[in-house]
């Protein structure tokens, strides 16, 4: 690897896992110091490696400097030990000897903690989802703004805001304790599911980024698997889930960034690898006596990575969804029920059924319908489409939906001649 | 929305081939389901045992429930709606009712 290139591949790497060390070491009070602290080694590195060359191990040579950085700061700032230091776990006289460890097994026990305190309910989901985008995959006011279709002004805001809540209550970096883990976990979970979809369902052209949010998910719900105490079966259910969807990344977005409808896909294009990942974790995650969301997501997923149209395919679905709706409600939910039923169990049935969920406000609603009248009764069903038409927003379902009306109106012309 | 008990009582225990019983889970699956996606399922609820005791005044226990009611109460299922009618109409379309079991629909009050 070039050097223009190395310097970036490292900062993707390796400042998270510098910096999520150094957090817990200067508390939630002072992330920022933290922050100055890896940039400077960053800017330092830039500056030497173009003079005197790369080092023999760059990664290695980040560390000592960051280190070294951190204990200049400890020294020359006195305002540190008289203000600070007692906050902190070590004194700063200790702290001359003290290494600042960089182990694997620090740096993951630091994500893990900065995992937690990230994703405290204190904060909205929303402002966790920026939270975590910042502080845990280092991404900038910039980029989450970009990633979110706002302004980056909204996004600086809305971190500050994050972080103040987190300091006024007074939230630690720190390992949390198993009783902690078992009462925090669906929360971190949420938040990292949360940040999966914002990726995959958002409607933002830069699918680069959306890949991006998507792996960075998957990344930090990797760490709580390689976690013994985090590693639990809701955990590898979630990733499991995460890998059947991103199988389907390169095959469900057009290079203009627009969807494409599953039927369209092209199966080939479909990541076997991450097929077999995700039947890997949802092995592991069929342990223990909790079902939760994920597991049943996970499982609707699975069959999804079958294309056959089987009627037992769709009877597995049928029955995922109605224990998903049961422990959940979601319209979404109701609404694909719905279509797994009129695949199971027949059109008449799902009718009778969609009409009773009365989404009137939702246009997904008013495209099952059509959907389910077409070939039952055309015209109601192009009525329908056309209701969802004058209530979407969404460009692409605009276009989905027209070629459904299209495709009525060439059969019933076809019919008439 | 007021929260209704519904109360399931099957006409005797229920007989069939294993196909036939697990068409009939099914249809319970499918009915629940139907309710949970309209947003108005409560509690799943449970199914209880078919054998139980009946305490009476003067310490009298008996076997089961059988002797004084010819249906005996299979399961219960808490559901959300706005009215007894709305409950009752959600009530209908119970698999129980196709082997000659009956609902009793009735609203929960708080205590």
């Not at chain 1, 479909?270 to 974790?281: A, D, R, S, T, V």
């Not at chain 1, 997904?364 to 038409?389: I, M, S, W």
Request: a negative charge; hydrophobic letters at 35%.
């Amino acid at each position: 690897m070039k050097q223009t290139e190395l310097i970036p591949h490292l900062f993707r790497t390796e400042y998270r896992k510098i910096v999520s060390v150094l957090y817990k070491l200067f508390g939630m009070e002072h992330i920022e110091i933290a922050e100055d602290i890896v940039s400077e080694t960053f800017l330092s590195a830039s500056e030497l490696w173009g003079l005197k060359g790369l080092p023999e191990n760059p990664t290695a040579w980040l560390y000592t400097v960051a280190k070294n950085k951190t204990r200049d700061y400890l020294k020359h700032y006195s305002i540190f030990t008289q203000k600070i230091s007692k906050e902190i776990k070590y004194s700063a006289e200790t702290f001359h000897e003290t290494e600042i460890d960089l182990s694997v097994k620090n740096i993951n026990d630091s994500q893990l903690a900065m995992i937690f305190a990230v994703c405290h309910p204190c904060n909205t989901a929303e402002a966790q989802i920026g939270l975590a985008l910042n502080l845990l995959c280092g991404f900038g006011a910039g980029e989450i703004a970009n990633a979110f279709l706002t302004n980056k002004e909204v996004i600086y805001k809305r971190l500050q805001r994050a972080k103040e809540k987190l300091r006024t209550e007074k939230i630690k970096i720190e390992q949390p304790s198993l009783a902690e883990i078992d009462k925090r976990l669906p929360s971190v979970l949420l938040t990292l599911y949360l940040l999966f979809n914002e990726g995959y369902y958002s409607s933002n052209q830069d699918v680069s980024l959306r890949q991006d949010l998507c792996l960075e998910a998957m990344r930090l719900t990797y760490l709580l698997i390689e976690n013994d105490y985090t590693n639990k079966p809701a955990v590898n259910a979630l990733f499991s889930l995460m890998c059947f969807h991103s199988s389907r990344f390169e095959a469900r977005i057009n290079e203009d960034g627009s969807s494409i409808l599953y039927e369209d896909q092209d199966t080939d294009l479909w990541n076997k690898e991450l097929i077999e990942k995700g039947e890997y974790y949802l092995n592991l995650a069929s342990c223990g006596d909790q079902l939760s969301k994920y597991h049943l997501e996970a499982a609707i997923a699975y069959w999804h990575t079958h294309k056959e149209d089987t009627r037992q395919k769709w009877e597995h679905v049928l029955q995922l969804y109605n224990q998903l709706l049961q422990i959940e409600y979601s319209p979404i939910a109701a609404l694909n029920r719905t279509f797994a039923l009129a695949k199971a169990n027949g059109k008449k049935e799902a009718i009778a059924e969609a009409e009773k969920l009365s989404l009137t406000d939702n246009h997904l609603y008013y495209t099952l319908l059509g959907n389910l009248y077409t070939d039952v009764d055309n015209a109601k069903a192009l009525e329908h489409y056309q209701k969802a038409l004058s209530l979407t927003n969404s460009n692409s379902d605009k276009v989905t939906i027209e070629r459904n009306v299209q495709k009525l109106k060439v059969e019933s012309s076809s019919i008439q001649s | 929305m007021k929260d209704f008990l519904f109360l399931f009582r099957a006409n005797g225990t229920p007989t069939g081939s294993p196909d036939e019983m697990q068409a009939m889970t099914k249809r319970w699956m499918d009915w629940i389901g139907g309710i949970a996606a309209q947003n108005k399922l409560g509690d799943r609820g449970n199914r209880l045992f078919p054998s139980g005791k009946v305490v009476k005044p003067g310490n009298i226990i008996t076997d089961g429930p059988y002797s004084e009611i010819k249906e005996s109460i299979g399961g219960y299922s808490i559901v959300k709606a706005d009215s007894l009618e709305e409950a009752t109409e959600l009530a209908k379309g119970c698999p129980a009712l196709t082997v000659g079991g009956s609902i009793e629909v009735r609203e929960i009050r708080e205590m």
